[in-house]
Antibody, heavy 124, light 107 residues
Framework: EVQLVESGGGLVQPGRSLRLSCAAS????????MHWVRQAPGKGLEWVSS????????VYADSVKGRFTISRDNAKKSLYLQMNSLRREDTALYYC?????????????????WGQGTLVTVSS | DVQMTQSPSSLSAFVGDRVTITCRAS??????LNWYQQRPQKAPKLLIY???NLQSGVPSRFSGSGSGTDFTLTINNVQPDDFATYYC?????????FGQGTKLEMK
């Protein structure tokens, strides 16, 4: 059974940093692209960042570019999101998401498994 | 990035009704359009991929159609479990962008 378990969320002041983690199990982690998707309270889904199976290709949403860093440790079957210079508008539930594809750019791709999310609240 | 626009933003229906949700892309995404269902306080779940392919375990009352820029999700004989928010997502052009969601509520 595929499981994605996020951790690391919490209350943080604007301008500070936070690191999210996602522990994966039930599939061959290093075969797949992984993503972070967030959802602000009462709002829709916003894709945040993607990292290919090798970790060599990384993409960010414009809203987080230069502030967030995605990474992965295939040996530990873990995905990470380092979030710096946090803003109030980064407040959201952050989901760890598995792609059905290794690269994340297959035209017929989709997100086939989601974690339950970890809540990040940016407030003074 | 490709912009995805869903309509309506919300709709209400009775159990047993047939409902249709539309999704429009700002440019052609061929037939690479996915649908997700998000029940309250739950993570999204893949329903349909590549316009019309049901994910394993999804009931056959769900169907998808369309191509190019215009797509629809249809739910026949709406069941109590179906009251949720639905999101479309294009996968043709990276990044895989989402629509803003359509909330289906019980009438």
């Amino acid at each position: 059974e595929v499981q994605l378990v996020e951790s690391g969320g919490g209350l943080v002041q604007p301008g500070r940093s936070l690191r999210l983690s996602c522990a994966a199990s039930g599939f061959t982690f290093d075969d797949y692209c992984m993503h972070w998707v967030r959802q602000a309270p009462g709002k829709g889904l916003e894709w945040v960042s993607s990292i290919t199976w090798t970790g060599h290709n990384i993409v960010y949403a414009d809203s987080v570019k230069g502030r967030f860093t995605i990474s992965r440790d295939n040996a530990k079957k873990s995905l990470y999101l380092q979030m710096n210079s946090l803003r109030r508008e980064d407040t959201a539930l952050y989901y760890c998401v598995k792609d059905m594809d290794a690269t994340g750019i297959a035209a017929d791709g989709y997100f086939d498994y989601w974690g339950q999310g970890t809540l990040v609240t940016v407030s003074s | 990035d490709v912009q995805m626009t869903q309509s309506p933003s919300s709709l209400s229906a009775f159990v047993g009704d047939r409902v249709t949700i539309t999704c429009r892309a700002s440019q052609s995404v061929n037939n690479y359009l996915n649908w997700y269902q998000q029940r309250p306080q739950k993570a999204p779940k893949l329903l349909i991929y590549a316009t019309s392919n049901l994910q394993s375990g999804v009931p056959s009352r769900f169907s998808g159609s369309g191509s190019g820029t215009d797509f629809t999700l249809t739910i026949n004989n709406v069941q109590p479990d179906d009251f949720a928010t639905y999101y479309c997502q294009q996968s043709y052009i990276s990044p895989r962008t989402f629509g803003q969601g359509t909330k289906l509520e019980m009438k």
